[in-house]
């Protein structure tokens, strides 16, 4: 008996039937039969392999070296950062799992590993889904408490609570996602005249109106809703923060610069997490929109919407990735850290060396304003 994968999420219907439409622009419903237990003869087939193997190896360094960074270094251990860890844990297990079983859905016209792969796939897509988004959540809204009414963050903001929090998010998303361990399995369709064993997430027993329900309550529970309210913390922030830089409180010059270097810090790390929402908005708006296109309005299926379909499959992986490179871009702590154990072995760090380091980590919301610049010397060692 042959098989087909599907690229998961699209379901096998789309999969079967549109497979036969390739890059080189050639469609057809028996093309996806054609090459039965070989290797597809289309680009997709050979690039998003290759764009996998980036995704794999840069999101296993970055997000792996970003969670020892912050394990190892005490300084490093702050509320913004456990977060940022939770993030890369999500990310991390992603890439570890499932990255290399679905590299390949777009190679062979066979789905090799069974069921039960098929299920876990689904589930850690879901579950590193929720924790990306729910912590992102949490991260703006640590934010805004922090620029809005930072004596409350101090008296309300703790290791065990953070911690907490990032357990409920884990928590909470693995209870969403156990739906989609349910609802994937292996379901047998003919084309052609040869069998095709496709993982699909819709059972047929659940209906034809839960695709659509599912759909649906990804993108709003997954993407919507979330961005919403973290536009609104945003928004809410941009306004006092052109309050405030219009009114002083009345104080010696010396606590207004305090004040100024405090907020400038706060400032820091938001646009940070900021940055991290607009990279997941760009990686996964364009598989949302696929998905909604293609169980609501039920066009012709074109050379347009594949390429578009393959584009947001691998974005949504990319998102697994980017969030170190976005790190190492905007944080000078991170940035020093990433390159003392990344180029570790250059003879020009094997020497010591103390730094002054005038640049605020993200401890620097969390402390008063006279440890808010820090002095650390270090010594770099392989």
């Known amino acids: 008996m042959a098989t087909l994968s599907s690229d998961t999420s699209p379901t096998a219907s789309s999969a079967a039937t549109n497979s036969g439409c390739n890059l080189t622009g050639s469609c057809g419903n028996d093309a996806a039969v054609q090459t039965i237990g070989m290797i597809h003869n289309t680009p997709e087939a050979f690039v998003v392999p290759i764009v996998f193997a980036l995704i794999f190896i840069v999101g296993v360094v970055g997000n792996g070296l970003l969670i020892f960074i912050v394990l190892h270094n005490k300084n490093m251990r702050n509320v913004p950062n456990v977060f940022i860890v939770s993030l890369a844990l999500g990310d991390l297990l992603l890439i570890l799992i499932s990255v290399p079983f679905t590299a390949t859905i777009y190679t062979f016209t066979e789905w090799p590993y069974g069921e039960v ?54 928590i909470v998303s693995t209870v969403l996602a156990v739906l989609e361990l349910f609802g994937a399995h292996i379901r047998v369709r003919i084309y052609n005249g040869v069998e095709l064993q496709i993982c699909e997430v819709y059972p047929l027993s659940w209906g034809t109106w839960y695709e659509k329900f599912h759909v649906l309550f990804r993108f ?34 010396g606590r207004i610069a305090q004040q100024i270097k405090q907020m400038e810090a706060r400032k820091k790390v938001a646009r940070v997490v900021l940055s991290f929402v607009i990279v997941f908005c760009l990686c996964w708006f364009p598989r949302h929109v696929y998905l909604l296109w ?13 390429i578009f379909k393959i584009f947001g499959f691998c974005m949504m992986f990319i998102n697994s990735c980017v969030n170190p490179l ?17 180029l570790c072995c250059c003879p020009g760090s094997r020497s010591r060396q103390s730094e002054y380091s005038t640049m605020y980590n993200f401890n620097s919301t969390d402390r008063r304003s006279s440890t808010n ?10």
């Not at 293609?294 to 066009?299: M, V």
Request: charged letters at 15%.
């Open 373 to 382: 610049m820090t002095v650390m010397a270090t010594q770099t060692k392989c």
């Open 220 to 253: 709003l529970v997954y993407f919507a809703i979330p961005v919403v309210i973290i536009g609104v913390f945003y928004v809410l922030m941009a306004r006092i923060l052109i309050t405030s830089s219009r009114k002083m409180p009345g104080a010696s010059e």
């Open 117 to 170: 792969m098929c299920k876990i796939i689904e589930f850690l897509q879901a579950l590193s889904l929720g924790v990306s988004v729910f912590t992102l959540t949490m991260l703006s809204y640590d934010r805004y408490i922090a620029i809005v009414d930072p004596m409350k963050r101090h008296r309300t903001s703790s290791m065990a609570v953070t911690i907490g929090c990032a357990i409920a998010v884990w």
């Open 326 to 342: 976005t790190l190492y871009f905007l944080s000078k702590q991170f940035r020093k850290y990433y390159n003392r154990y990344l």
């Open 294 to 306: 293609y169980y609501f309005d039920p066009a012709d299926y074109n050379m347009f919407w594949h």
